[in-house]
Nanobody
């Protein structure tokens, strides 16, 4: 089993910055990828950014140039640096960790962290 914990959310004014952290813990796993998703009220959960074990990244068009995903493989952690925040970035942000066990991928989610951007 893998536990995923997010932190770093909060309330910030438009134009401000926040840094989210995601930490995975457990036993006997190899992380294939880590990703941040977000879910705003009344909307579907959407991919924000993803990073693979070899540091390939991809971003949603709405956050390109403003958000940066990174990871620390030694700590089984990922981070999301969010700059130039907009009110439309307000959502619960979730970390998703995909691990490989004997060639089979398993996905684990954190409980989410609230990000609120005021105008």
């Amino acid at each position: 089993q893998v536990q995923v914990v997010e932190s770093g959310g909060g309330l910030v004014q438009a134009g401000g910055s926040l840094r989210l952290s995601c930490a995975a813990s457990g036993s006997s796993f190899s992380i294939a990828s880590m990703a941040w998703y977000r879910e705003a009220p009344g909307k579907q959960r959407e991919l924000v950014a993803r990073i693979t074990s070899v540091y390939n990244t991809n971003y949603a068009d709405s956050v390109k140039g403003r958000f940066t995903i990174s990871r620390d493989n030694a700590k089984n952690a990922a981070y999301l640096q969010m700059n130039s925040l907009k009110p439309e970035d307000t959502a619960v942000y979730y970390c998703k960790v995909v691990v490989q066990r004997t060639g089979t991928p398993f996905s684990y989610w954190g409980q989410g962290t609230q990000v609120t951007v005021s105008s």
